[in-house]
C-alpha cells in the first residue's frame, strides 16, 4: 500500500489545495495579490509530507528543532551539520513548498564570507530553496547582503531573535517601546533594502506590523505580530501540541498530539508487561510439514552445543 498522500485530500473547510511548486517569485505574487502565506516548521520527513499534505507555501526548517526535536534547552546549541541532516530530511518530504532553512547561531555571525559559505552549503548539500539569519542590525545586514550576492535568497527575521535572547531579556515580546519599535523598522527596512525575499516578524505588537506594511515591499511572515501580516509561520510541535506546557501567547493548538502519544505508549507498555501483546493475530504461522522437517533436522544444530542436546531430545 503506498503512503503518499491522496491528491484528491480536502482542507478541514472541504476546500481541494490548489497544488503547484512555489518558487521565490511566488512570494511577492502572493503578497501582490493579497493571498495569505502559509508557513510551517519541519524537521523530519514525516512532519514536511504533513506540511506538503496540506500545501503549505513554505516549510522553514527551523533552529527550534533544536529543542523540538534534538533535545537542546536552547537554539544556541545546535550544530551545523546537525541543521543540515535536519534540512536533507525535511527536502525529501517536501515538494511544493518552498524549503528555508535556518542558519544556526556562529554559522553567519564572523564574516559575511563565512555567512555566503554557509548559505550555500545548505543549497547545495541540503537543497534548501533559501536560508533564514536573525537580527536587523548591522552585521545581520550585512551578512543577508553577503549571502544574497552568492546566489541564495534570503529570509530576514526581527522582533524576538531566539538566538540573541538572552541579550534581549528573554524570551519577550519586542517593539513595545519606541526605541525598541524603531529598533525592529530599522532592522526590517534594512533587510530589505540588503535584498531579503521575505521576512520574519516574531513577536511584535499588532498595531507596529500594521503600521510597517505600508512600507513593506517584501512579504512579512507574522509569529505573534498580528493578523495583518502577509503571512503567518508557527512552529509544528506547537500547533499540533507535540510538547510540554502551553507555548508562546501567540500559540494555537490545533491538536494535543502528545497526550495522545503518551497514551499510545503507555497503552503498548501495558498490554507487553500483562502478556496481551502480542496476540495470535500478530505472529507469522509455518507450514506444519516444513516444521515437522524442521524438528527432525534441529539435531544437526544441537549437536554442535552439548547444553543443547539435552534441552531438545
Known amino acids: 500500500m503506498s503512503t503518499r498522500p491522496s491528491s484528491g485530500s480536502v482542507t478541514p473547510s472541504g476546500v481541494a489545495p490548489v497544488r503547484r511548486r512555489r518558487t521565490i517569485p511566488f512570494l511577492q505574487e502572493a503578497k501582490s495579490a493579497g493571498r495569505k502565506l502559509v508557513m510551517v516548521t519541519a524537521y523530519d520527513y514525516p512532519s514536511a509530507r504533513a506540511a506538503e499534505a496540506a500545501d503549505v507555501d513554505m516549510v522553514l526548517v527551523g533552529d527550534s528543532g533544536a529543542m523540538t526535536v534534538l533535545g537542546h534547552d536552547s537554539t544556541v546549541s545546535v550544530t551545523t ?16 513548498a518552498i524549503l528555508v ?5 556562529g554559522s553567519y555571525e564572523v564574516s559575511d564570507e563565512q555567512a555566503a559559505a554557509t548559505a550555500v552549503r545548505f543549497v547545495k548539500e541540503a ?12 552585521i545581520s545586514v550585512s551578512r543577508a547582503r553577503a549571502i544574497v550576492g552568492a546566489g541564495v535568497p534570503v529570509v530576514g527575521h526581527v522582533g524576538l531573535t531566539p538566538q540573541t535572547a ?19 523598522a530599522r532592522g526590517a527596512l534594512d533587510l530589505q533594502a540588503a535584498g531579503c525575499v521575505a521576512i520574519v516578524f516574531e513577536a511584535v505588537p499588532s498595531v507596529l506590523t500594521d503600521d510597517l506594511m505600508s512600507v513593506m515591499r517584501i512579504p512579512v511572515i507574522g509569529i505573534g505580530a498580528g493578523a495583518g501580516a502577509d503571512g503567518q509561520v508557527l512552529v509544528f510541535h506547537d500547533l499540533l501540541g507535540i510538547r510540554e506546557g502551553v507555548g508562546a501567547k501567540f500559540v494555537r493548538r490545533y491538536a494535543d498530539l502528545q497526550d ?28 506444519a510439514d516444513e516444521f515437522a522437517l524442521y524438528r527432525a533436522r534441529r539435531g544437526e544444530i544441537a549437536s554442535r552445543f552439548d547444553d543443547l542436546a539435552s534441552l531438545w531430545a
Open 81 to 96: 551539520e546537525e541543521m543540515l541532516t535536519l534540512t536533507k530530511a525535511a527536502r525529501r518530504g517536501t515538494r511544493n
Open 101 to 105: 532553512a535556518d542558519l544556526p547561531f
Open 127 to 138: 537543497g534548501a530553496d533559501a536560508v533564514k539569519l536573525e537580527g536587523g542590525g548591522r
Open 166 to 184: 538572552v541579550a534581549l531579556g528573554g524570551y519577550r515580546a519586542q517593539g513595545r517601546t519606541v526605541e525598541s519599535a524603531l529598533a525592529v
Open 260 to 287: 495522545e502519544m503518551n497514551a499510545g505508549v503507555a497503552a503498548y507498555a501495558d498490554e507487553v508487561r500483562r502478556g496481551v501483546f502480542p496476540g495470535p493475530e500478530h505472529g507469522y504461522g509455518m507450514d
